[in-house]
């Protein structure tokens, strides 16, 4: 189903304002590796945000999606106190885990596999 445009903009505050507290708070950096968010979506009564998390050089995802998960009553009082004139309900936030980056990764390998070229030759 598609988007409404409250929901985007809803999505579009929430994911600048939780780059701004992941960056506050220091969870933008876990164990040497960097965290984005990707994507937030926001459900119809715009009452559920579903943020989706790139790790990069994360050794232990599943470790670095716990505790962000721990932490999340800050991270939802954080943003409660940005946006609390701009909605009404601050919404309940779950994260989740955005692969797309390892997916890339292993659709490159499979291509160099089938067509490996030599690169350190100059073409003339």
Do not use: C
């Not at 598609?2 to 780059?19: P, S």
């Not at 968010?37 to 470790?63: C, H, M, N, W």
């Not at 390892?102 to 030759?121: G, L, S």
């Amino acid at each position: 189903m598609e988007e409404g445009k409250r929901q985007k903009q809803v999505a579009a505050v929430l994911q600048q304002e939780l780059n701004n507290i992941f960056m506050k708070l220091g969870l933008n950096m876990i164990d040497g590796g960097m965290v984005s968010i990707v994507k937030v979506q926001v459900t119809p009564d715009l009452l559920e945000a579903r943020i989706y998390l790139s790790l990069f050089k994360v050794a232990d995802t599943s470790g670095a999606i716990k505790r962000i998960e721990d932490r999340a009553w800050e991270i939802k009082r954080e943003l409660s106190a940005q946006i609390k004139h701009q909605l009404r309900r601050i919404p309940v936030l779950t994260f989740y885990l955005d692969d797309t980056l390892d997916y890339v990764f292993k659709m490159e390998e499979i291509f160099r596999q089938i067509n490996p070229t030599d690169n350190t030759e100059p073409k003339a």
